[in-house]
């Protein structure tokens, strides 16, 4: 029998759309106290991109935020396309925003039978906390300026389809499949 693919990452520990917690507004760490715990939680993020990658392949790149996981704390990880490090956001906040916006699918670990026409800005910068306390800014443009604020939503309970323009739904991933293409910027 064939799993689907939301039930695929409900056995992989992914949190699915209905849950409460992904509807939470999610605790920011206090660093550098809070150190051992931000480490911790973002390997256990770390980890469970691994399993998931090793059962889907992200062409695009992938997130997860801790929400995603069961963790109620202001944490994701990002990995980029290719071989790029991951990205590590703990307590990011979009700071500013390019007015240019474009629409692309997009999909989600919790929402995974299904795929969303989101606008999102071409460009955005973000502040982050570092282990040791600091605040770091990183802006961000195209498809990872994407990556990053969709972590950063569920971050803030929010899904993709918050973003969704009226009357626009999300389409079944069998049907994205036939239509889908690779994010592509000018």
């Not at 039930?7 to 760490?29: C, D």
């Not at 715990?37 to 392949?57: F, K, N, S, W, Y």
């Amino acid at each position: 029998m064939d799993v689907r693919p939301i039930q695929q990452m409900r056995n992989l520990g992914v949190v699915q759309h209905g849950a409460g917690i992904l509807a939470e507004p999610a605790r920011a760490f206090t660093l550098p106290a809070e150190r051992d715990e931000a480490e911790r939680i973002t390997d256990e993020l770390i980890a469970a991109m691994e399993r998931i990658g090793q059962v889907h392949p992200f062409a695009k790149g992938m997130g997860i935020a801790a929400p995603q996981i069961g963790i109620g704390r202001s944490a994701a990880v990002v990995q980029p396309p290719g071989d790029a490090p991951s990205i590590i956001l703990l307590n990011p906040r979009i700071t500013d925003r390019s007015d240019d916006v474009d629409e692309q699918y997009e999909g989600c670990l919790s929402f995974f039978d299904v795929r969303g026409l989101v606008p999102r800005p071409l460009k955005i910068t973000v502040e982050t906390t570092a282990l040791t306390g600091e605040s770091v800014t990183t802006v961000y443009a195209y498809g990872l300026a994407r990556l990053i604020h969709h972590e950063i939503d569920h971050l803030n309970g929010q899904l993709y389809t918050a973003h969704m323009r009226p009357g626009v739904a999300p389409i079944p991933v069998g049907e994205y499949r036939q239509t889908g293409r690779a994010w592509a910027y000018e």
